[in-house]
């Protein structure tokens, strides 16, 4: 028999039995949907992040006070007395370091703002001139805090966009005077709107030089160091030198934590990788339900067609021949399905990306493949045993069941 | 040479502890172009002698010659082959493929066998001329009466050229007049020299055979060729 022919047999012989062929190729889109789906979702989820982290800037190394917990329980934190602080004499060592191309320190509190008789509550963060270019942002008026001595900071402010609209409305906000806590402080510049990142607001932060913050807080410690290294290939470098360099400051104490961006990024991505496969694996095991009710689809078939099957043995079939209709017409209802289901999976995502415009709801190539490959092969190995069924029949019995 | 040649043929079916025996030391020799009709009551042995000229089953022990080609030895596939090219079925029930045109149904047979459309559309279009069907090649069995079912069957049974047409009780499901039909449209094809196997309960239509195989317990209990024989006993 003709291979045209035996996929035209076998499809003539689905299309004969429209609710059971309708009912698997059903099952079988739902599970290849599913998977396409979820794992759009999970993926998105993961893109979502990494795109939030990529906004952070690039090559970016952060130091934190204190001994990272990650590490576990060791003798050697348990001894050490409180760290010390980062100061902002740390952080201006820091940018003497050869690799190191920008250094901004970061404190952070809350306070007030209160200007055109309006007044809310926002972060405050004290930083220096180079953070506007370690974290890519963009002025959308005037200009960002001037380079001055951080030990000095004028009595300057650069408010984020939503503090402008909420406070200022259209009016420009630049030259203005503004209440921030006990401060009186003029607005030199707005920043354009980035949204989210570092886990806070940027649109609704209002900074201020670091020493300014720092006095005003009462304190005399960074929250932050941020530092931006000369390429990325030398990010892993800058953070050894970073850590030697506070090292030596710090008497010979390890008492801080550099992460850098891409750690962070890579632990992010591998958790959401983690969370997508697994989603995926819960979605594939609908997959195998759908194969094992095509095998149960085609067992039925062959019970009833077995009539069918001894006439075409008496009219001169090969077992072979027999059995690979059959596996054929496994291969169309699972290949059917398959096709279907990925096209109901697109327009999951389609409409979920329509819902939430900012998730990034793409299924990923690796979970398309695997779905329509699992929806063929379970198809295929399902379809065996009762294509083999098929083709073992005895001629003389299958003929008596017409 | 004799198209047919059966040599000790013994089948053997076990049914639990019992065995029983289907076909018991048969001998017969059917030449080409013969017209015999296989009698005899229920439980005879008659399908089964007739599944056995088929191939579709295998006796436990004796030889089957067909076209002087010893063919009890073949593997199935090639038993197969021998199904596709020399022999043709004609059942009692008709046997079409119900979702299948009545010109598809003529044209499964080639098609299992592997012959390309074209040739396969011009044989089919020649037997349904030939059948009378050519109104009817595309309906559907259950949109075809039982007499121009059996016709489809008997065009699908013959559109190989077989060396042998079995035909199992071929008017059991149809009234007279068609059935008569059947048997004088299988009798011209016999004329033309095609070598006709009928299995048959009906005393009526067996007399209208050539000869006459009359079985009895898995025995030939009566060969018409051999007039005079005593039965086997």
Sequence with gaps: MRYPDVLRFARDAAAGYPLRTGLSVLAMAIGVAAVVVLTALGDGARRYVVDQFSALGSNLVIVLPGRSATGGFSPANALTTTPRDLTIDDAFSLGRLPLVRRVAPLAAGTSEISAMGRLREVVVAGTAAPYIDIRSFRMAQGRFLPEADWNRGAPVAVIGSKIQEEIFGNRPAVGELIRLGDRRLRVVGVLKSVGQGLGMNTDEVVFVPVSLAQSMFNTNTLFRILIEARSRDEIEAVKAEVLAALKARHGGEEDVTVITQDAVLATFDKLLRALTAAVAGIAAISLAVAGILVMNVMLVAVTQRTGEIGLLKALGARGTTIRNAFMAEAAMLSLVGALTGYGLGLFGAFVLRQMYPVFPAYPPDWAVIAALGTALGTGLLFGIMPARRAARLDPVQALMKH | ?233
């Design chain 2, 1 to 233: 040479m004799s198209v047919i040649q059966l040599v000790g043929i013994e089948r053997v079916f076990h049914l639990g502890d019992s065995s029983v025996h289907a076909l018991d030391h048969l001998d017969v020799a059917i030449e080409p172009g013969e017209y015999v009709a296989i009698m005899g009551p229920s439980g005879s042995g008659k399908s089964t002698l007739l599944n056995l000229l088929g191939l579709l089953d295998r006796p436990n022990v004796g030889s089957y010659r067909l076209e002087g080609r010893d063919v009890t030895t073949l593997s199935p596939d090639e038993q197969a082959e021998v199904r596709s090219r020399r022999i043709g079925f004609v059942f009692q029930s008709f046997h079409l493929v119900p979702r299948l045109t009545a010109a598809e149904n003529i044209a499964l047979p080639m098609m299992l066998a592997g012959i390309p459309g074209a040739e396969r559309d011009s044989r089919v279009e020649r037997a349904l001329k030939d059948f009378g069907l050519d109104q009817r090649s595309d309906h559907r069995p259950d949109q075809l009466s039982g007499g121009q079912r059996q016709r489809v069957a008997i065009a699908r049974a013959t559109i190989m050229q077989p060396a042998v047409l079995l035909a199992d009780e071929p008017t059991g499901n149809l009234d007279r007049a068609t059935g008569e039909d059947v048997i004088n449209l299988l009798e011209a094809l016999n004329a033309k020299g095609m070598t006709l196997i009928i299995v048959t309960h009906d005393q009526k239509l067996g007399a209208r055979a050539r000869r006459q195989l009359e079985m009895e317990d898995g025995r030939l209990k009566h060969d018409s060729a051999r007039d005079g024989a005593r039965p086997v006993a």
